[in-house]
């Protein structure tokens, strides 16, 4: 199973297939084991830190521009194995890469608690998906399982995470977007402390 794989220059981790969301954009819901990124990555049973750091073991840390959680899942499900996994390497590599986690948001609704004092030390940049100007088109496009609840969720850990991590940044995909909606999201994320990437829509 793919644990960890590379893609231009960043080294991603796949550490779940748990996700709260159903994007409508989403390649998991059309068939696909993988994508663009790596061919398979549906997970026979989620990594143990153990089994993740001997996949990292296999790699030239120093040879990434980047470390990034990603994968086809939430990974914030597995925030402890995150932090564990991020500990470990920075003591066996005190010149690791900087880390970055890609995430919907929601690591606050789905453990219950503020995680964002979690990431203080251990992640340089968080990627949060926006996915809209409003809490309907977020709802439309994302169908998150809680609901508005997510959209609520998803800004406030946005405001709390700039506090802890030094960079942090939102994300919208540029699919049936007018430039006037791609405006509101920047407006918003600046807001929040974050700053707006424009992801490119990549088809089946």
Same mark, same amino acid.
């Given at each position: ?52 750091? !001997?996949?990292? &073991?296999?790699?030239?840390? $120093?040879?990434?521009?980047? @470390?990034?959680?990603? #994968?086809? =899942?939430?990974? %914030? ?10 500990? !470990?390497?920075? &003591?066996?590599?005190?010149? $690791?890469?900087?880390?970055? @986690?890609?995430?919907? #948001?929601? =690591?606050?609704? %789905? ?18 998906? $926006? ?74």
């Amino acid at each position: 199973m793919t644990i960890t794989y590379e893609y231009e220059g960043a080294l991603y981790v796949n550490l779940t297939n748990r996700c709260d969301c159903a994007c409508v954009f989403c390649l998991r819901h059309n068939g696909h084991k993988g994508s663009i990124y790596a061919d398979d990555l549906w997970l026979e049973h989620e990594p143990t830190v153990e089994e993740a750091l !001997a996949d990292f &073991a296999r790699r030239d840390l $120093l040879s990434y521009r980047e @470390i990034v959680f990603c #994968g086809f =899942g939430e990974p %914030i499900y597995r925030l402890d194995a995150i932090c564990a996994i991020v500990d !470990a390497l920075k &003591a066996a590599c005190p010149a $690791l890469p900087p880390v970055r @986690i890609n995430t919907n #948001g929601h =690591g606050n609704l %789905i453990h219950g608690r503020d995680v964002t004092p979690e990431l203080a030390g251990r992640i340089d940049t968080v990627s949060v998906s $926006l996915n809209g100007s409003s809490a309907e088109e977020y709802l439309a496009v994302t169908q998150p399982r809680d609901g508005a609840a997510a959209w609520e969720a998803m800004l406030d850990f946005t405001r709390k995470a700039a506090r802890q991590v030094p960079k942090v940044v939102m994300t919208v995909v540029d699919k049936d977007k007018t430039p006037g909606e791609i405006q509101r999201c920047r407006d918003l994320a600046q807001s929040l402390g974050a700053t707006l990437r424009v992801r490119a829509y990549i088809p089946d």
